[in-house]
């Protein structure tokens, strides 16, 4: 960690993971999610919050998807701070979709991160979601 970084309590800890764009692989993303929020020692109750959120990005997103495309996870964040960034490939000559914000799935979501974005950013669609740990979500 640089001397910066330690200085504003950020963690240089960076894991992405890319797997089949197939709700059966959702779970491999949700023990990512676990064991790298136990890390930061959120409480169990913060960390299922977390399960289901992923859980939540991961069901908004696959539709917008092709046969063929990838469900990408990145995390990161500062030591008590874990943000996930869940994307997903745009199909090619799709106009950019947006997850439907009035879906139970994203007001779950929404009640489980302390903070939720959907972004397009190249040929790519993405829910970024931010818990600080000890946080209350409302």
Known sequence: MSHAAAEHGASQDTVELTVPADPAYVSVI???TASL??????????IDDLRIAVDEASALLLP???NDGALS???GGADNT???SVSVPLVEGQSVPEPDQTSFAWMVLAALADSVASSASGD???LTLTKARGARST
């Open 37 to 46: 929020a136990a890390r930061r020692d959120f409480t169990i109750e913060e």
């Open 82 to 84: 874990l943000v996930i």
């Open 124 to 126: 790519r669609l993405m």
């Open 73 to 75: 996870a990145s995390f």
């Open 30 to 32: 949700r023990t990512v």
């Open 64 to 66: 917008h998807t092709g």
